[in-house]
């Protein structure tokens, strides 16, 4: 079985810029979410997405988006990417009520 | 909502020494609580959860926590630690009504052991 992958490790890029993570959920899982975590912060809400669709959303602007894929794997996109962008994002998958973390794509905006 | 506070940020202790994370949530509700642990440039590994059930649940490499309703709190707790214990512990709980199963975080604890 193979677990949440996250790519790519470790991206860097300038202020006003546009960045993609991706995702690949564990087998079976067809819940996606993302969190932020700012260094020496715990992990932030950002949304999560069921079947494709959105089922939530934290306190992000809406230049924060999202997809899921048929094959419940998903994409982060930042647009307009300010300094404070720079953190560690998380992707989790869940079936239920457990959810199980990838890596992590370490952003850092300059 | 969830508001998870950890009382401490940084826990120093030696080796074989017991150690106590602590840990209170908010709500009034009824939650799901767990403790992540992340090592350094690593993402979250689930430790240990409560459901229901039991209020006292164990990880398979000796820590376990409690569920006290009473005292919103869910501590996590070794008797005796390990160097490869050393890392950042995350407490987070989820509202049992909700759909969502969105997790509210605390802050972290750096727990650190010394030989």
């Known amino acids: 079985e193979t677990g949440v992958t996250q790519s790519p490790t470790h991206l860097i890029k300038t202020r006003g810029q546009q960045v993609t993570l991706r995702c690949s959920s564990q087998?079976?899982?067809?819940?996606v979410s993302w969190y932020q975590q700012a260094l020496g912060q715990g992990p932030q809400f950002i949304f999560q997405?069921?079947?494709?669709?959105?089922?939530g959303r934290g306190n992000f602007p809406p230049r924060f988006s999202g997809l899921q894929f048929p094959n419940y794997s998903s994409e982060l996109n930042v647009n307009a990417l300010e300094l404070d962008d720079s953190a560690l994002y998380l992707c989790?998958?869940?079936?239920?009520?457990?959810?199980?973390f990838g890596p992590g794509t370490r952003l850092t905006v300059t | 909502a969830q508001s998870v506070t950890q009382l401490d940020s940084q826990v120093p202790v030696f080796e074989e020494a017991p150690v106590e994370l602590r840990c209170n949530y908010s709500?009034?509700?009824?939650?799901?609580l767990f403790w992540y642990v992340q090592y350094p440039n690593q993402g979250l590994q689930l430790l240990l959860k409560?459901?229901?059930?039991?209020?006292l649940v164990e990880s398979i490499n000796g820590f376990e926590a409690e569920f006290n309703k009473s005292q919103t709190s869910f501590h996590l707790r070794k008797p005796s630690v390990h160097i490869s214990d050393t890392a950042e512990y995350f407490c987070?709980?989820?509202?049992?009504?909700?759909?969502?199963?969105?997790?509210?975080f605390g802050r972290g604890t750096q727990l650190t052991v010394w030989p």
């Open positions: 989790a998958s869940s079936l239920g009520f457990e959810q199980y």
């Open positions: 087998s079976g899982h067809n819940t």
């Open positions: 997405y069921y079947r494709e669709e959105e089922n």
């Open positions: 709500s009034s509700v009824s939650v799901y």
């Open positions: 409560y459901l229901s059930g039991s209020t």
């Open positions: 987070a709980a989820s509202d049992r009504g909700s759909t969502l199963g969105r997790l509210y």
